[in-house]
């Protein structure tokens, strides 16, 4: 899967917008883009995808570049469980059902109350 | 939304022994798992893929011979870590992807994890 670069960290106060970068010049035509998070000591949680058009869902809505070399996660307001740690990650959905997830560092949002 | 489940949540054990995690998908069928390690202030690496009714998939430098996986259902996948060593201790998280969500793409579900410790 084609890299992904984003912030260590980020911080946010309670009740604001956060909009959270990923950079991804290397994309191909084949790769999703895929949101996840990870809550303190719990398993990731899937927040939203997509492929070129801006997305939309109850948790988030992802903004993607025409050029798709970047992208933007928007919580539009942010509440203390959001704070976690947001891992971009493009997915070739290409050529096979290859399901893998490869995780990058991802970006540790701190929420402020 | 598609519910996985670990258990244990946790485990001590002591150095030599084995210890067997299972992951179960709960409302939906996976013939593919995936299983996960991460340590204290890292990120996920993935260590193997599950497939039901064959031999699962390790990743370069995942000692099969230590880290046994069997999907035996399509709902089961087991993770036994044998002799278990202290730097075995880890959190350990599976997932299983789902095909529930539209427009294209598949998603992962992933269960809470499990900690184990070895003394």
């Known amino acids: 899967d084609a890299k992904t670069t984003q912030p260590n960290s980020m911080e946010s106060n309670e009740e604001e917008p956060v909009h959270l970068p990923c950079n991804h010049s290397?994309?191909?035509?084949?790769?999703?883009i895929h949101w996840y998070r990870q809550l303190p000591s719990q398993g990731p949680e899937y927040v939203i995808h997509?492929?070129?058009s801006n997305v939309n869902n109850r948790m988030a809505s992802l903004a993607i570049a025409e050029d798709r070399k970047s992208s933007t996660l928007i919580l539009h307001r942010a509440t203390l469980r959001d704070a976690a740690v947001y891992y971009c990650i493009l997915r070739d959905v290409g050529g096979g059902s290859n399901y893998k997830l490869t995780f990058g560092k991802g970006t540790l949002l701190t929420v402020n109350p | 939304g598609a519910v996985v489940s670990q258990h244990p949540s946790w485990v001590i054990c002591k150095s030599g022994t084995s210890v067997k995690i299972e992951c179960r998908s709960l409302?939906?069928?996976?013939?593919?798992m995936f299983w996960y390690r991460q340590f204290p202030k890292q990120s996920l690496m993935l260590m193997a893929t599950s497939n039901e009714g064959s031999k699962a998939t390790y990743e370069q430098g995942v000692e099969k011979d230590k880290f046994l996986i069997n999907h035996a259902s399509l709902t089961l996948s087991t993770l036994t870590v044998t002799s278990a060593h202290p730097e075995d201790s880890s959190f350990y998280i599976c997932?299983?992807?789902?095909?529930?969500?539209?427009?294209?793409?598949?998603?992962?579900?992933f269960g809470p994890g499990t900690r184990l410790t070895v003394l």
């Open positions: 409302d939906f069928q996976a013939t593919t």
């Open positions: 997509g492929l070129t």
């Open positions: 290397t994309i191909s035509g084949t790769d999703y």
């Open positions: 997932s299983a992807p789902s095909t529930r969500t539209s427009g294209g793409g598949d998603t992962q579900y």
